[in-house]
């Protein structure tokens, strides 16, 4: 599959459309407003018919001006973010010294080595470089290659959107309160639809603006000590674990200082600096303290994992709701976007996280192997109602 149908593949999803929609809307209506909020003139013929002549001013091309090059620049972001894509670890890539393979993590979907700071994504089905999140709005996850584009498509579609907002919002406050308002305001958007469509475009903007505009700090914030939304997890379980200790953790890739950590991603270029396989650490630290770390926290995290029998079966569908007690309430409280584990009645799970009705387990089943000759085991894990199992130690006691 060539490059080109990956991205066009990538662009069919209800994100990219979605977005893509915003963009066109915003812009569309926002330029409408600039040109019609201009001055006119009109002229009366004899049969009394009339026309009106804009009167370009300069402040009006320069707002115009302003606006088109943050719109035309979340575009090339938005794009030139699903284009890079995040970048994947090679299958073939190994640790140059066979002793290191020992510190490395194994993806068995990937059946390779996982490299520093990547992860595997379940959507892309790939191990993403130095991972951050997999992101619905350009349908692929934010990884090295596409972070710095991803960034700046979070600038400036916060700005456009609230720049594209003041002006709408501008012309209305002129159509409805100015009794010097243009009448070619009043002409355009007298009908109905148009002046709900100028209502909901006011909205939109500014609603983007405020979401995109509030994940705009929480990204700036974490590469500002170089880290990933991923990785911040991570770090806060490292902290807590040594704490337990009595030992010090001590993150390798905060420089030091926010200004090389911020440069680590956004430069000159529009890309992030580095390969993706190798990364500069501090000292008393080397390229796979942080690997280390991940795998003591899976030991620790399978060393107090507690045994569930399943005396309710769960298909990891939406339409299981309907057999559970409150499925609104269970629907809503784990959030749609999690992975969920399919559970069969009788089957024993190893329960590793809590929540309130919700319980994050994983179980082995045996699935024939890629070439359908024999059958192997395979770990499936994710989340499932509390209500669906009972801990083996509570079960004895009953």
Not at 107 to 130: D, G, I, M, N, T
Not at 167 to 172: E, G, M, Q, Y
Not at 269 to 297: C, H, I, M, R, S
Not at 376 to 391: D, I, T
């Amino acid at each position: 599959m060539t490059s080109i149908s990956k991205v066009m593949i990538r662009f069919i999803h209800y994100g990219p459309l979605l977005a893509t929609f915003i963009i066109i809307l915003v812009t569309i209506m926002t330029v409408l407003c600039i040109i019609f909020s201009t001055p006119i003139s009109g002229i009366t013929y004899p049969d009394g018919t009339k026309s009106f002549k804009h009167h370009p001013t300069l402040s009006a091309f320069a707002n115009l001006t302003i606006f088109l090059c943050l719109s035309l620049l979340t575009t090339y972001h938005f794009l030139m973010s699903m284009i890079h894509g995040p970048g994947f670890v090679k299958k073939s890539w190994k640790p140059e010294r066979k002793a290191d393979e020992s510190k490395l993590q194994y993806c068995k979907e990937c059946e390779a080595f996982k490299c520093p700071r990547s992860h595997h994504c379940r959507k892309c089905q790939r191990c993403v470089l130095k991972m951050d999140h997999h992101c619905p709005w350009i349908n692929c996850c934010v990884g090295h290659r596409n972070h710095a584009h991803f960034l700046r498509f979070l600038f400036y579609a916060s700005s456009g959107c609230f720049y594209g907002g003041i002006n709408i919002t501008a012309v209305l406050i002129k159509m409805l309160f100015d009794s010097h308002r243009n009448f070619v305001l009043i002409f355009y958007f007298n009908k109905f639809g148009r002046f709900l469509t100028l209502i909901f475009s006011m909205g939109i903007a500014y609603g983007v603006a405020i979401a995109v505009g509030f994940l705009l700090v929480m990204q700036l914030r974490d590469i500002s000590k170089n880290t990933t939304n991923i990785e911040a997890w991570i770090i806060r379980k490292a902290e807590w674990r040594h704490e337990r200790q009595k030992t010090t953790f001590i993150y390798p890739y905060n420089l030091g200082s926010r200004w090389k950590n911020l440069t680590q991603v956004l430069n000159i270029t529009n890309f992030a600096k580095g390969d993706g396989y190798t990364w500069p650490v501090v000292a008393g630290t080397d390229q796979y303290t942080f690997t280390v770390e991940q795998l003591q926290q899976k030991k620790f995290k399978k060393e107090r994992m507690i045994e569930h029998t399943i005396v309710k079966g769960y298909n990891a569908r939406c339409c299981s709701f309907l057999v559970l007690a409150n499925p609104l309430l269970y629907c809503i409280c784990n959030g749609l976007d999690d992975r969920y584990l399919a559970v069969r009645e009788g089957e024993t799970v190893m329960v590793s996280r809590y929540r309130k009705r919700w319980l994050y387990g994983s179980v082995e089943r045996e699935q024939q192997d890629r070439n359908g000759e024999k059958l192997v085991p395979k770990e499936y894990s994710g989340w499932f109602p509390r209500l669906c199992a009972v801990e083996m130690a509570e079960k004895k006691t009953k």
